[in-house]
T-cell receptor, first 115, second 109 residues
C-alpha cells in the first residue's frame, strides 16, 4: 500500500545510454513532481505535471523528458546520459487545491550512477 | 527568485534538549511551507505543513511556526531523542518550489 513508488531503486549505467525511471502514486493526487538531489544533498525541482499537463519545467537539459500517461504516473526518460546526471531522483505528488501546491508526499528515490 | 536558507547547517545536541531549526526565505509570497526529515539514504518524510494563513502547526513533540512578513519559519523539537537524528529540510511553495539546503541534526544519547 505504498503511496508513492519509484522503480528502479538503483540504476547504474554507462555514459551515453538512455534510461527511464518510473513513478506511480495511489493517493489520487492531481499533481506529480520530479526532483533531483545532487551529491551535496541539495534538492531542486525539475518538472511538475498536473492532470497530465506540464506546469513546471525548470532549467533542465532537454535530454530529460517527463511523460505522464495518466495522472497516477509520471515517468522520467533521460537520453544520452552524462556523468553529471548522477544523483538521486525523487518523485512526489500532491493535491492541487485553489491553484496552489499542497502537502507533498515523496517516493523513496532512485539513485542513478553514470559511469 | 526565491532563496531559502537553513541555519545552522549542522547541529549536535545531547538527548533531552529542546532545539530550534531555522528556515529563512526571501520571497514572502508563498502559499505554504513544509518541513521534512530525511534519513541517510532514504526519501523525505513530511513532518508539518503550514499554510500561508496559519501561524503555527503542532504534531507531537514538533511545532512549526511561520512569519511571512519576516520571511522566517522555525521548527521546534521538544525533548529531543536519538531517533530525531536526521537532516531537516524546509520547502516553500509559491510561484516556485524551493528547498532549503537542510540542517543535519545529531542527537547524542
Amino acid at each position: 500500500d505504498t503511496a508513492v513508488s519509484q522503480t528502479p531503486k538503483y540504476l547504474v549505467t554507462q555514459m551515453g545510454n538512455d534510461k527511464s525511471i518510473k513513478c506511480e502514486q495511489n493517493l489520487g493526487h492531481d499533481t506529480m513532481y520530479w526532483y533531483k538531489q545532487d551529491s551535496k544533498k541539495f534538492l531542486k525541482i525539475m518538472f511538475s505535471y498536473n492532470n497530465k499537463e506540464l506546469i513546471i519545467n525548470e532549467t533542465v537539459p532537454n535530454r530529460f523528458s517527463p511523460k505522464s500517461p495518466d495522472k497516477a504516473h509520471l515517468n522520467l526518460h533521460i537520453n544520452s546520459l552524462e556523468l553529471g546526471d548522477s544523483a538521486v531522483y525523487f518523485c512526489a505528488s500532491s493535491p492541487l487545491l485553489a491553484g496552489a501546491y499542497n502537502e507533498q508526499f515523496f517516493g523513496p528515490g532512485t539513485r542513478l550512477t553514470v559511469l | 527568485k526565491q532563496e531559502v536558507t537553513q541555519i545552522p547547517a549542522a547541529l549536535s545536541v545531547p538527548e533531552g534538549e529542546n532545539l530550534v531549526l531555522n528556515c529563512s526565505f526571501t520571497d514572502s509570497a508563498i502559499y505554504n511551507l513544509q518541513w521534512f526529515r530525511q534519513d541517510p539514504g532514504k526519501g523525505l518524510t513530511s513532518l508539518l505543513l503550514i499554510q500561508s494563513s496559519q501561524r503555527e502547526q503542532t504534531s507531537g513533540r514538533l511545532n512549526a511556526s511561520l512569519d511571512k512578513s519576516s520571511g522566517r519559519s522555525t521548527l521546534y523539537i521538544a525533548a529531543s531523542q536519538p531517533g530525531d537524528s536526521a537532516t531537516y529540510l524546509c520547502l516553500t511553495s509559491g510561484s516556485r518550489l524551493t528547498f532549503g539546503e537542510g540542517t543535519q541534526l545529531t542527537v547524542n544519547p
